[in-house]
Structure formats: C-alpha cells, structure tokens
C-alpha cells in the first residue's frame, strides 16, 4: 500500500485515490478534544479546493490560480510561497473562480498548473522554477487549468477546462525531467475537412459525429479534474468533460454519442494511445461532465475479487467499471433522474428519456442539475466498510435554448443554453414569456421540483447497488464538500457554514462540530509527523457557484479570508474571523445617460447576462464586485476597465474583441438603473428598521 499512512503523498491520499487513512490515534472516544495546531493564511479571497500532500513532515499544496505552499506540516512554518505570473484575461474563459485543486509531487518536484494554461515543475526543497510548459495549443481557444497534474511514471500529465467556451479538450504528458512533450491526446475530433485527425485514436471517434459539427466552437470534453494513474495496469484514467455547444441538436446536428465526450478513457502513459474508454452520458447535453473523482479499488463482485474503478459522475449513476477492460460491472441512480432512467448492463448505454430532457423540444426541467449528482468534492472509500462517503445534490435545472442561436465568438461562452437551478424555477417563472410560462408548468418534473426541492446530503453509498446507508444534511444545495474517512471510523466532512464535521462512519452519527468560521469546501486530508496525527483542510468559500454567496454561509457572515486548518488532540481553539460589518444602501449612482432610453437598457441587460452575469451575481456578499454598488470613481474608470483592461491585474479582463463601446454603454446604462433601483428599495428597507438583504438570482444564461 503506498499512501495514507504517515504520509498522504499523493492527492487522493493512495494509488487508489481513496481518501481514506489508516491513522488511528484520532477515534470516537476523544473526538472532543480535537482543536487547531495552526492555521496558514494564504492571502487570497477566492475558492480553495486542493487537497494537501504531506511528505516526510512537509505539507505540499495549491491556491488561487496556481499559486503552490511547502510548509511545516507540524508547524505551519512556511517553507516557500510560489506565486505565478498568470495573465488574468484568462479569467474570460474560467466558468467556475480561479481555484486549483492540487498539487503532484514526485522526485524532488512540486508540479502545479497555472489558471493561464502553464504547467509548473518547482524544486520541492526551494520552490524555484525548475521548468514550465505552455500547455496551451496555439489554438488560441479560451483554454484553462484549475485540475491537479498526475504523475504516469516518468511522465505528467496535465488536462484544462473551458468547455462552456470555446475549447477542445486534451490531455498532454511531458518529461518529468525535462519538462518536453511527449504526446497530447485531444479528448475530441477536429473538423474532418482540415485532413487526418490529429491523434490515431480519433479516427473511431469522428464516425460519431455530424461531419457538419459546430467545429469552431471546439467540441469540449475538456478533462478538468480527474486524471489517475492505476500504475497495476499501467493505464491513466482521464475522466472527460460535457460537450460545447451543451445541446447536441446545435453541436451535432445529426446526432451521434460525440466520442469522448463525457466518458472514462484509459490512456497508455507511454504512448497516449486510447487502451479503452467507457463513455457515461453518449450525446451529452447537459454539461455532464465525467472528470468527477474516480477511487481505484477491488471489490468482490460474484465471488471475485475484481479490479474496478467506482465513478459518481455529474450525471446521476454510480458506475462501477472493471480496470482491466472498461466494461460494466454495475450503474445505479443515486438520485432522481430523468435525461435516463437506467443504464443497460449489457450494453453499457443509457435508456434515455429524452421526452423529459431534450430541450430542444422545448424548456425541460431535468435531473441532475448542471452542477451534478456529484462535482469535484473527493469522495472517499473506506476499504473496511466498502462504502463510499461522500457529497450528493438531488436537484434538477431548467433548460433552455436560446431564441435564436447566438453567433459564434472567440474566447466567450458559447454553451448556447439558458439554465436556472431548481430552487429559483418557480420565482423566476413570471418573468419568462407567457408561452414559456406555460411550457414550464405543465412539465411532470415541475410538480417534483415544487415537491421534493433540492436535497443536498453527505452519504454512505454502497457502490454496488447504490444504496444509501446514512444521510446527513446539508445547509442548502450549494453546500457540497470533499469527504475524508480514517480507519478509526470516522468520516471528516466540512460545511460553507464554516464548520468542520465528524461523523461515525457505520451509524452516521455526529460526533463532534468545529466551528472555524471559514466555508470549507475541500476535503480534509490526514497525516502523521513525529507520532502526532493531523487533520488538514484547506477553507474558503468557491468554485461553481462562487458569485452567490448564501445566507447563513460563513462568507456571509465572515468574509472569505482563505486559510489552511490543522488539527490535533489536544490543539486550540480555532480563531473565528470579525464579523462583516452591516449591509449599507448603494451609494447614490450618477445620473443616467441622457442618450439612455429603455430599448437600450435592456439591451445592457441582455448583454450583461451573456457575458457578465457568469461571475457578477451582483450581490452585496458576492465574492466579485456587486455593480449595483459602484463608487463615482468606478463608474467614471467604466469604459477603461470593461475596454481597455484597467483591472486585469485584479482578475477583471478586458472585452474590448467582442464588445463595442456601444455595447458597454448600454450594460452602464442598465448598471445606473439597476443601482438607482436598489438604493431606492434600500434605503426604503433602512428606513422601515428592516435589514437590506438582497434577493438570491442564480440565473446562469448566455442570452
Ligand atoms: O467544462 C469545463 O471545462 C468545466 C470546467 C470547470 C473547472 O475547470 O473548474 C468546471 C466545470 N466545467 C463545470 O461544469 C462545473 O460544474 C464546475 C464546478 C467547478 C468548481 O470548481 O466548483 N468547476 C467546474
Ligand atoms: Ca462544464
């Protein structure tokens, strides 16, 4: 067993990815004397979702956008900082905040990928470049990287994000030493017409799609998060992302499973040949992501132990695949669904419903939402229970086309869907034109969103059949957490709350709450140093939904300060941040343009949501600027921050490739409005003794 012991070497703590660790010293009978041994501030203010690494007592982890930490591990001492030199126009083509999720360390090095696509090798002792790659293709796609790297032998590999744009997935692998490149493998074709496909194993996938495919807009299927190396069949698991444009009526028209989108392909470390793949939703439409965590692990499946990958994708199934071949074991729904009611075991494929998800037939409220049954958050897998543990959301999104398909357009969204989460369906539903309205209400899955709502829960699952053996909670549907279990029988799950929850594995009993005043998203990790064991977890609220900062959130009531939480027996009390000051009206915005009139402040409005609105929720405890709380001197700067890129270093980009001064014109006009608005409800509500609260919008649309 390498891993998880003293040491958790590896992201997902062992080979297996498991996030389980053998450690004991920490059990049920002294949960209550746990307490802080120290905290790291890391200086940021957005998402936190790398799990740490420790080696031989030094801890190795990732932050914002790249930036990578070797501290202490039993001291917090800072050992080296690593900030990279990141190009924020990036953040045009980041769907989901600047956030890392890990570190790979291997011979003396800590590999980290930049959010601007350039992937690291630093000296572990010194933090010092050793060599860098441009991963990027020259494509000139928007083209990201938030995942952590992983180690194949003597390669890395590194995969990016940016389906919601205009990017083709890939993976590529370099020397470890060298930092060359050794092969890159494109998870999707390219436009037939340009020649051969650029990888062998393309060839078999260009047959499943349209040969008029949207090629411009790039495919997707870009692999984002999990990327694992199984060293027992010399294989790499690539978990692929959802298709762009989302619907496959705009994509591929004639149809097609759209090869290798959202699907397990296992690479050869050596060649990047495709060994075999297993593909979870064929067609995708959904943003179904498969790039979720998988855990290599041997279950008994007919009186034979057998090597399998367990692997809760954004689609709703727990899959349960053989590591030798690819094929089915077992698939069963851990939530509702209804893009598919079951998967056939003989086949491998989905039974699709596309009568209640094929939008483009029309709205349709379909299960999973866009976020997933299951996102990024680590799930663990104890080898003693055999249950997984981990975050599950039963939620559904409404989706729709827009009204005309939007022309296309380089570095900027191009999913071609509008989608609103199930919580805000029914407010935002007399808002939608009439014959809208009516379409939405008479869907059956209406009635069940009205019914049922939106259920977010930490879970015992058996992977197998999928059954759930106990449930805890969740604050809301955003409240999703990576999960850590120990064999001492505990599950360690954190909250946006800002607390840090134990729980008995086998009873789902709660045994001990800590609260740190800090949302914590990303799994806790756990190690040894000098007989003492630890309990890390990085904390800061982020990530998908990182505009909309929910009441009762820790970030609401604290901020978003982010830092790194160690614990031990016998440690201190975890310091609490200060408390926000109260919520002030908006501040008086000046007068409207006199050119202003009301075509074009919806016209502002129209433009905002399709290409602001990703991460301006407009909230006055958004994590970005709330717009509607513009000082003079912001609104004066506008046109050069929005055209000209006055605020790149902070991580606003400029526009002016795709926006005319008239455009941002018309999104200022509407921001004035916007703002005269609620500064007038405002100051009303102050004035009633009321507390200025803003209304939660989540509406996530391009048109
Ligand atoms: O299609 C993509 O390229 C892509 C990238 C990412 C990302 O890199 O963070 C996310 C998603 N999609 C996505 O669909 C999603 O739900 C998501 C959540 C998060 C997060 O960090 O919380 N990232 C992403
Ligand atoms: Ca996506």
């Known amino acids: 067993e390498v891993g998880a012991g003293a040491d958790w070497p590896l992201s997902g703590g062992d080979v297996g990815g498991t996030h389980h660790s053998r450690l004991t010293q920490i059990d049920r009978s002294n949960v209550d004397r746990i307490g802080l041994a120290w905290e790291y501030d890391v200086g940021t203010n957005r998402g936190l979702e790398a799990t740490p690494i420790v080696i031989d ?103 990016n994000g940016g389906a919601e744009y205009d990017v083709r997935g890939y993976v590529t692998a370099y020397d470890v030493e060298s930092g060359e490149e050794r092969w890159r493998f494109y998870t999707v074709p390219r436009d037939p017409d340009l020649g051969p496909q650029d990888h062998p194993d393309l060839e078999a996938a260009v047959g499943t799609w349209d040969p008029e495919s949207r090629w411009d807009i790039g495919g997707g299927g870009t692999p984002w998060d999990a990327i694992h190396y199984d060293p027992e069949f010399d294989a790499v698991y690539v978990g692929t992302g959802n298709g762009g444009p989302y619907h496959r009526a705009l994509r591929s028209p004639a149809g097609g499973d759209n090869l290798y989108l959202s699907s397990i392909v296992a690479l050869d470390p050596e060649t990047g040949r495709v060994k075999w793949y297993y593909q979870e939703t064929p067609g995708d439409s959904w943003d179904y992501t498969a790039t979720q965590p998988m855990v290599l692990a041997e279950l008994e499946i007919e009186g034979e132990l057998t090597p399998v990958i367990l692997h809760a994708p954004k689609n709703g199934f727990l899959y349960v695949i053989d590591r030798r071949d690819g094929s089915l074991l077992a698939a069963n729904p851990i939530v509702y669904t209804n893009w598919a009611d079951s998967i056939d075991l003989e086949t491998g494929r989905p039974n699709f419903t596309p009568e209640a998800a094929d939008y483009s037939q029309g709205p349709r409220i379909v299960y999973p939402a866009s976020p997933g049954a299951r996102n990024w958050h680590p799930i ?47 407010g935002i539903l007399p808002t939608l034109p009439p014959p809208f309205q009516e379409a939405i209400a008479a869907l059956p899955a209406f009635e069940r969103v009205q019914q049922e709502g939106s259920v977010s829960e930490l879970r015992a699952i058996d992977p197998l059949t999928g059954e759930t053996r106990w449930a805890h909670r969740n604050l809301n549907w955003q409240d999703r957490a990576g999960a850590l279990t120990t064999a001492s029988g505990l599950v360690f799950y954190g909250s946006i709350d800002g607390n840090l929850r134990i729980f008995d594995r086998d009873t789902g009993e709660l045994l001990r709450t800590i609260e740190t005043g800090t949302a914590i998203i990303a799994a806790p ?71 202003a009139t009301p075509a074009m402040i919806a016209r502002g409005q129209t433009v905002f949501f399709q290409n602001c609105g990703i991460c301006h929720s407009n909230q006055p405890r958004s994590i970005t600027p709330d717009l509607r709380r513009m000082q003079p001197g912001t609104h004066e700067a506008f046109d050069r921050i929005v055209l000209e890129g006055l605020l790149v270093p902070n991580g606003m980009p400029r526009w002016d490739d795709i926006l005319s001064p008239a455009d941002v014109h018309a999104i200022h006009a509407w921001l004035i409005a916007s703002q005269a608005e609620t500064r007038r409800r405002e100051l009303a509500l102050q004035r009633a003794g009321e507390p200025l609260d803003a209304p939660s919008s989540t509406i996530l649309s391009n048109y």
């Open 525 to 595: 990790m756990s190690y040894e140093v000098d007989g003492v064991q630890y309990v890390a977890v990085m904390a800061a609220w982020g990530g998908g939904g990182y505009p909309f900062v929910p009441h009762g959130s820790a970030p609401y009531r604290y901020g978003n300060q982010g830092r790194i939480l160690v614990f031990r027996l016998d440690g201190a009390e975890v310091p609490i941040p200060e408390e926000l000051p109260e919520i002030e009206p908006a501040p008086e915005p000046p007068v409207q343009f006199a050119d």
């Open 57 to 159: 007592g030094v801890m190795y982890t990732s932050g914002v956008a790249g930036r990578a930490y070797a501290l202490n591990a039993a001291t917090g001492a800072e050992i080296w900082a690593f900030t990279p030199d990141v190009d924020m126009q990036v953040n045009r083509t980041v769907c989901c905040d600047m956030v890392n999720r890990g570190v790979a360390v291997h011979d003396g090095k800590v590999f980290v990928g930049a959010l601007d696509g350039v992937l690291y090798a630093l000296d572990a002792a010194t933090g010092a470049i050793v060599w860098h790659a441009d991963t990027k293709d020259g494509s000139g796609r928007g083209i990201n990287i938030t995942g952590a790297p992983e180690v194949a032998g003597d390669v890395v590999i590194i995969g």
């Open 380 to 426: 663990s897998f104890d080898p003693e229970t055999g249950l997984l543990y981990g975050a599950v959301l039963d939620m559904a999104n409404l989706y729709m086309l827009p009204p005309e398909p939007d022309p296309f357009r380089g570095r900027a969204l191009n999913s071609q869907a509008g989608l609103i989460f199930g919580p805000d369906i029914a």
